[in-house]
């Protein structure tokens, strides 16, 4: 799968699109995508929702995600974007975060 320079560049591009279709639906990201990693990103839990029906609507469509730790663990969540992910998966990932967030 080529160096960890290319699994970085895959990581980094899906995280892209996660994170665009999560910030278009009023979702933020805990950090700045400059100090945030390629494989792992920490969104804030939108007012009004919980981290139980984020995570229950996004396993419907197959998919997992965590929790933020320690003081963050009620009001954070975590996707991963690193493995072996295919383009159909990540286009999923997206349907699926379009359809748990525009309720």
Request: aromatic letters at 10%; zero cysteines.
């Amino acid at each position: 799968q080529g160096s960890w320079e290319g699994r970085r560049e895959r990581y980094q591009k899906r995280a892209v699109k996660v994170r665009e279709s999560l910030n278009s639906l009023g979702v933020e990201a805990l950090l700045d995508a400059e100090q945030t990693s390629s494989a792992l990103t920490t969104y804030r839990v939108p007012a009004g929702m919980t981290y139980d029906e984020i995570h229950d609507g996004l396993k419907r469509w197959g998919f997992v995600i965590f929790a933020g730790q320690g003081s963050l663990a009620l009001n954070t969540f975590q996707i991963s974007t690193m493995g072996d992910i295919t383009q159909y998966d990540v286009e999923r990932l997206l349907a699926a975060i379009e359809t748990v967030f525009k309720r």
